[in-house]
């Protein structure tokens, strides 16, 4: 397909109060991702939490092939509305990418319909993404893992579904693994779940990171998918 | 395992106004399950839409293994709280068995994370349920497919999550075909989406379908499962 | 992606000797999958049974992104040698489209590991064909079911292992359903099954027909994909 | 459900033939496995490589519900007409226990349809598995990982087909992460890859280890399970 406009959401809370934060993402995170993904050819457009309708109005997300969700520290503050309009979409087609901490977004949990909890720790490990799925589209183009020198740790148990298709399992020095290439389909959407990422770490600048995000993107994308018909329905065959 | 204990819910309404509905339960529908899962020499509690807390109280919900739910006219007015507490009770591992009309209610929406909206009709169709996992606890006892001589039918598009197993395959006259029971894994829990049972026809009166959620019952039901830990971790291994 | 080169496996040898397929077919069935492949701009070899090596030399299949398989009276006529070297190929990356009657074929069930056994009958019954998972790109610009005038109908059970992805589910009058679009990942490769197609009916000039398997050709068609390695390892962390 | 009657499978070879391994396992793997099994209240067969039809006559196999395989260096010496059957009675709704190195075994590798090749490496390191599906029978009992101080080392890529459903991931020191319990319907059969285990190391005495095997055995044995029924079908509805 010709390649997806995406819409990167990010929190940009943090970036702006906190230096260490600030000196690694200047620009918030979303202007790294989207720096990324322009690496790759892909457009796009950036909305944050404290635009009006966080930045996501119906222009916006008519617009919207693939939508990217980055918060951490301020979930609470997505509008219900905003979060049930962003999960609505997903199911009429709209690509979906969750990032890191966004494991615990309003959008993501009500999609997944389960807790999404996990163990963390904030201690500089390695963190290193095995591929379990080779023949996956957004594995294209990697070595059979790659590596992160610097991550907080996630662990299981990850309270989601079963993935779809499981593309990534990490692995930590502490003792830890974690799903953490997760793909689902949901109503006429897809989405993807992927780990790496944090606020005090390069990790959006890393050159695999950008990969994958860009390979998820264009998985995620919707082509011209068939139109569901619910409610009442006349036969399609005579009834005797 | 020993037999779990069931509680049906019931949102009870129809049969006190519809004389029609009344005939075919006069007791309600959650009493003819209720029957039915005696028959397998299953103990039962009952709860229903217009008890104090929709009769799903602590006290019942500590003491059961398994819910069923049967809803169809009232949905929106079960409690939010209510609906997010049976939600959380499966994650934590109680076995949910949604019944036909139940892909709408408030706690299987909210755990599937999709509209689960599907086609229907009220025609009075025969459907013939086609066992597609053989060796699922769920189809024990049963032969290649069986039939319900009168039945609404439920068609494809089922916008759901695909199903962790697939256990039967509904076919229509009209010519439509159903994922007739789903199972899935969330969190700590199971849960069985069946979908035979109509407030107009006296499907809970009949051997197979009673058979089916009499296995159901036993398969949802959870044994003595791991504990799963959330949250900040230390290392089991040594950081370098 | 760019289009794949996709090679055309037709047993081709009813086309030869029985006058009703061979005027449905007069070229062979192998020609009108590769002229519909044509119509969406996908190149393609073709190769026969009765040909050296049965045409699936070393030079064609170094060439070929998919395979696709038709084949129907004379499975056991094929080498076991070429058997396992195609599943080999898929294994190590190679696409697999197998059409109907190919459920039988060596290729497809050593690559299932199950009978592939299924209810069949020939009455030129019609099949509806309903998606069932609306974001998958084979699906694209299909509408919410379409239709076969006159096929040979398949009916559960069909054994085979619980798809990676269910496509579409056929429906028949006779009373069955079917699981007729099957995604799998095995190994770096990608399978397809497909259920349309019978050598008296001509099925393989249908519209959509030609549409899924030309959709089926490009998903199935590897890009860069990640390479394994097997075996004895070193460790990539210290062992203490 | 009663305790299912588990037969034993070892090749029983090594253990004649090291010193190291018959210090370890003086009466066999299987006597360890088997006893093991007796500790749970189960009953057991074993059956051995050098026997007569490597033990694994129509009369043991009529009496078993599940079967257990341990190979390790002699896969290939187990007939093919033996490995067949076995694969034709898993298909037929035999559980299938797979150990360790039993994945490069004839019938594992014949049921997955995949090389089931993987990373090793013998350095005697910590193995932790996590479990991934608190709710699933196999975990029940357990905590949320358990350990084994001393292993040989499996890492992915691990080439088998997505399992139905994913029971464990297990940890190791040197960096790699592993599927190491995997659960798949087969037929009316249910299959359970487990990865521990080792000739060399006391692995089968483990308490947790022994657990899981026999919770395997209760999963995998099969039910009064529906028969489908092949072949060429009479319409069960009439015909236009």
Redesign the interface.
């Known amino acids: 397909m010709s390649q997806p406009l995406v819409t990167v959401w990010n929190e940009f809370r943090h970036e702006k109060t906190n230096e260490t934060i600030r000196k690694i993402y200047p620009k918030g995170i979303h202007t790294a991702i989207a720096d990324g993904l322009g690496e790759h050819g892909i457009e796009t457009l950036t909305a944050t939490l404290d635009e009006p309708e966080h930045g996501l109005t119906d222009e916006v997300l008519d617009k919207t092939d693939v939508l990217i969700w980055w918060g951490h520290a301020a979930h609470g503050a997505v509008e219900d509305a905003i979060a049930d309009k962003v999960?609505a979409r997903v199911?009429q087609?709209m690509g979906l990418i969750v990032l890191h901490s966004g494991h615990y977004s309003k959008p993501f949990t009500?999609?997944?319909?389960?807790?999404c909890?996990?163990?963390?720790?904030e201690?500089g490990?390695k963190e290193?993404l095995?591929?379990?799925?080779?023949?996956?589209?957004i594995?294209?183009?990697?070595?059979?893992y790659f590596e992160i020198e610097q991550a907080e740790?996630y662990?299981?148990?990850f309270?989601i579904?079963?993935p779809?298709?499981?593309v990534f399992?990490?692995?930590f020095?502490?003792?830890?693994?974690f799903?953490s290439g997760c793909c689902?389909?949901?109503?006429?959407?897809?989405i993807f779940y992927f780990r790496p990422g944090h606020e005090t770490y390069p990790i959006y600048y890393d050159k695999n990171v950008r990969h994958v995000i860009a390979n998820a993107s264009r998985w995620a994308a919707?082509?011209?998918?068939?139109?569901?018909?619910?409610?009442?329905?006349?036969?399609?065959?005579p009834?005797?």
Chains 1, 2, 3, 4 share one sequence.
């Not at 689902?184 to 897809?190: E, N, S, V």
């Open positions: 999960k199911l087609g009500r999609l997944m319909g389960t807790s909890s996990l163990k963390w720790r201690a490990e290193r095995w591929v379990i799925e080779h023949g996956h589209p594995v294209e183009g990697l070595g059979e740790m662990g299981e148990p309270d579904p079963e779809d298709t499981l399992i990490s692995w020095p502490g003792g830890e693994v799903r689902y389909y949901r109503g006429r959407g897809k919707l082509g011209d998918a068939p139109v569901p018909v619910f409610g009442n329905a006349k036969p399609l065959e009834l005797s």
